[in-house]
């Protein structure tokens, strides 16, 4: 632990630090406020007070005075206790299939990475590709997009970080200097995020807001569906990502033989591939298998979850090994993101709001997708992306069933974008980890960063336009 | 400076003068007052901290040596009429207290040492040090003026156990003794100073005991030391750097010089008073080891710093490698501390921090040699001795090290 002593004058300290008292008992102040004002035409009492607790949860979750899980969890709490819904149907919000889904792929990314799995195949691409340069950045790109379509980003981008910062050192290359480094790290970085929105598997976000378009409209997203809606914005995103990486960090190196001996120590390290690495590989194909053909009929919390069971019956994994695998707090979030998000639409609230403050310029679905995609997509950039969907889904979906727009459509027009966060380290684990490295600034990725996020928005609204109606989708 | 003061007429009835008058001349007692003031304490002359503690008007505490030897010549004498106790210069006396020798010396820890060993009271603070070891004795380059410590053997010396110190300050606690925890530790060759030795002890006083800590050390190699002095709990500390004089310093203080250097002392001191709060950095220049202007330069050095210079006397010892050093008189001495008053003032440090210090003239007591009330400061320092004042100079100190230190994980 390191000891830092604050030397500013002691006034300022105190002043500073009683920001955060008086910001809670402001926001205590303000939920009491909302609360107390006259309900407006066309609102239930209970969907004002479902309002108030949105305006809160909003606030704590933009600031992060608060982990996102505890304001969940003060979600939860709350919604029964001010007679928004019931205890009962509260906390079986909870039980949502999204929440065990993502319990589950916690798990399986936990066992591919404790057994050694990922590590390898990781290795053995890069190795087997990266024998230029650019084919080395290419290979670090792909290898984290594909990556992230089968487990979370974050997890891919924290396998592979060590791997990269290696290559890096080994390469001599100058932290904060080399265009090469950098190109590696946002390599490593935007290839998880591009590939983190392909699948339900790149990470938790996407389960959240499928299971919150189910829990408000009983409308169902399946594995298959979504990956078929999202994989040219992938596809497309991937060839500009590459594009303009190189073009904006252009190589500065020739040679990159001594990153090959790097690989060649790692795999020795590793050494030859076991019965476990097999074994849950076979699990993990089984598993994507039936994601990808049963998971409407099985419905993909069960089969990740027998897939769990399986991994335990088989001896793969022990608990303690996956515990740490496990993030609760992202779950517990998520159970409180549902239920709040349920509140609103079953109180009447998110319809009000969509009816009230959005309704006048809601006259196209495309405009109300480019609209709340932008919005997404900005949000992203500052705040946690589960928190943006927590925040924007319940009035897109309440705004969809006002407007007669397929509440679907703005499921994905918030989902995939919450993703797609380029510029900042704070908006992404993958990001972060990329600046964490010392190789790249926060400048140097939101300067980079600034062009693939409008380019993101416009590939996504593209691919709505044109794509969407061409596989049956009505706008 | 204030004009030096002749001495035409006794100095009873100023405490200042009075007070650097018995600590450099000691005083006369018999036996039946030491008996009537139930003392028994050492009369080791050379040890400062021995003596007689008295009471003199306007609280001034003073540590008195009463040796036979050393005190045949004092003018002055401790009488015992009536249950008080008066020092008596000639036909005049002044009312003073003699303060008994504090009951929990007659104590020993569970593991049998005496308490009195450990831990030394002046005023209400607790002196302790936890290993009486200081490596410039093994390396032969120990200050000159240090008489040594006689438990000091090429690296065995005696460490008390946290517990052992717990105890002891458990003891003066109860006593209303340990207001202020001094921990001192001499020289050892680390780059944290000492405070990692003594980082247990603070720890465990801090834990137990609503007491406030000055820690004595030598300055730390790097500064990320003071601040983990700061951060585990001393509220107090202490970097002597002796002799303000450089060349003087090098000459009396070879080992400091040589291996901390004078550079570091003023930098480390520097450095504390921007994290330490106003009045609790000090540090020891010894009057009468260099020439009275070296001191007073070293005062408004220091002082500009906001550290409070602290100016014991040095008496010479048999065992200190300063054979042909001369006691100052208090005539000599006197203006010094009235510039040291002044300078304090003027920078506006602290003043309720270094008080009732029996063995050294504060800050605050100069201001008998300049005439001056010094209402507001004797008022916070009356305050601070409250129990009250204790509690709040308790609760800020906690306050304060709560909103100053940071603790970062580093996973």
């Known amino acids: ?475 | 400076m204030a004009i030096m003061k002749e001495k035409t007429k006794t100095y009873l009835h100023n405490p200042g003068y009075l007070k650097v008058e018995l600590m450099l001349k000691g005083i006369r007692v018999d036996g039946k007052a030491l008996k009537k003031a139930n003392l028994d304490k050492c009369r080791d002359v050379a040890n400062i901290t021995c003596g007689l503690d008295i009471i003199l008007p306007h609280n001034t505490w003073v540590t008195v040596p009463y040796a036979d030897d050393f005190v045949n010549d004092s003018p002055y004498e401790l009488i015992e009429s009536e249950g008080k106790f008066f020092v008596r210069e000639g036909a005049e006396s002044v009312n003073v207290s003699v303060v008994p020798t504090p009951k929990f010396y007659r104590l020993k820890t569970t593991t049998g040492i005496s308490l009195s060993k450990i831990g030394i009271v002046h005023g209400g603070h607790v002196a302790i040090t936890p290993a009486t070891q200081c490596d410039f004795f093994n390396k032969e380059i120990e200050c000159r003026y240090c008489a040594g410590n006689p438990d000091i053997k090429k690296g065995k010396a005696s460490v008390y156990t946290v517990e052992d110190v717990l105890e002891t300050v458990e003891a003066a606690y109860k006593e209303g003794k340990a207001e202020i925890v001094y921990l001192s530790i001499g020289f050892s060759e680390t780059a944290d100073g000492g405070i990692e030795f003594l980082k247990p002890y603070i720890k465990a006083i801090k834990k137990h005991f609503n007491t406030l800590i000055a820690v004595e050390a030598l300055p730390p190699k790097e500064n990320k030391w003071i601040d983990e002095t700061y951060a585990i709990g001393a509220d107090s500390v202490l970097y002597n750097l002796e002799i303000f004089d450089p060349k003087l310093f090098e000459d009396i203080c070879p080992g400091r010089a040589a291996i901390i250097g004078r550079k570091r002392h003023l930098d480390a001191l520097e450095y504390a008073a921007t994290v330490f709060p106003s009045g609790t950095v000090a540090s020891h220049l010894i009057v009468g080891l260099e020439p009275i202007e070296s001191t007073v330069t070293g005062i408004d050095f220091l002082t500009n710093m906001g550290v409070i210079p602290i100016l014991p006397v040095y008496r010479p010892s048999p065992r200190a490698k300063l054979p042909h050093y001369k006691m100052p008189s208090t005539e000599v001495i006197a203006p010094v501390y009235g510039y040291l008053y002044r300078a304090v003032t003027t920078n506006k440090i602290n003043t309720s921090w270094v008080r009732d210090i029996s063995v050294v003239t504060t800050p605050l007591e100069g201001r008998f040699f300049v005439d001056d009330n010094a209402r507001m400061q004797t008022f916070a320092q009356n305050f601070y001795k409250s129990r009250l004042g204790l509690k709040a100079a308790w609760s800020l100190a906690t306050l304060r090290r709560k909103l100053r230190v940071k603790l970062e994980h580093s996973d």
């Open chain 1, 1 to 475: 632990m390191k000891v830092q002593i604050d030397r500013r004058r002691i006034w300022l300290i105190i002043i500073l630090k009683s920001f955060r008292p008086v910001f809670f008992l402001a926001t205590g102040l303000f939920f009491f406020y909302i609360i107390n004002l006259p309900t407006p035409d066309g609102l239930t009492i209970q969907g004002q007070r479902a309002i108030a607790l949105f305006v809160v949860c909003l606030i704590l979750w933009v600031t992060g005075l608060l982990p996102l899980a505890i304001t969940s969890l003060l979600a939860i709490v709350t919604v029964p206790l001010l007679g928004i819904l019931d205890k009962k149907e509260t906390y079986a919000l909870f039980g949502n299939e999204a929440v065990f889904f993502i319990l589950g792929a916690f798990i399986l990314a936990g066992a591919a990475m404790h057994s050694g799995l990922s590590s390898r195949i990781a290795l053995a691409i890069m190795n087997r590709f990266g024998n230029t340069p650019a084919g080395l950045v290419f290979s670090i790109f792909i290898l984290a997009a594909v990556l992230s379509f089968f487990m979370s980003e974050h997890a891919v981008a924290a396998m592979l970080f060590p791997i990269v910062l290696e290559i890096a050192k080994g390469l001599n290359l100058k932290p904060g200097k080399s265009n090469y480094a950098k190109s590696l790290f946002l390599a490593l970085a935007w290839g998880c995020i591009i590939g983190g929105i392909a699948t339900f598997l790149g990470g938790a976000r996407v389960p959240l807001a499928v299971g919150m378009l189910k829990e408000a409209t009983g409308i169902n997203i399946d594995f298959f569906e979504y990956t078929v809606m999202v994989f040219p914005t992938v596809l497309i995103m991937l060839l500009i990502g590459y594009f303009w990486l190189t073009r904006f960090f252009p190589s500065d190196i020739e040679d990159i033989h001594l990153a090959k001996s790097v690989f060649e120590r790692k795999m020795k390290e590793i050494g030859k591939t076991g019965y476990m690495e097999y074994a849950v590989g076979f699990v993990m194909i089984i598993t994507i298998l039936f994601w990808l053909f049963f998971g409407k009929s099985l419905g993909i919390a069960n089969i990740a979850i027998v897939s769990v069971v399986a991994l335990f019956i088989l001896k793969l994994v022990r608990w303690k090994d996956i515990e740490e695998y496990v993030n609760w707090g992202i779950i517990l979030m998520y159970g409180g993101a549902i239920t709040l998000g349920a509140s609103m639409e079953k109180s009447g609230a998110a319809a009000w709001i969509a009816n009230t403050i959005i309704g006048d310029w809601a006259n196209s679905p495309l405009l109300v997708i480019a609209i709340f995609s932008l919005l997404t997509i900005l949000l992203t950039e500052g705040m946690s992306n589960a928190a943006v969907i927590a925040i924007l889904l319940p009035v897109g979906i309440g705004m969809a069933s006002q407007f007669n727009i397929e509440p679907k459509l703005i499921t994905y027009a918030i989902a995939v974008p919450a993703g797609l966060a380029f510029c900042f380290p704070m908006a992404t684990p993958a990001n972060a980890i990329a600046v964490s490295s010392g190789y790249i600034t926060t400048k140097d990725m939101a300067k980079a960063g600034i062009v693939m996020m409008i380019l993101a928005w416009v590939v996504f609204n593209m691919t709505a336009r044109f794509y969407w109606p061409m596989i049956g989708i009505k706008l």
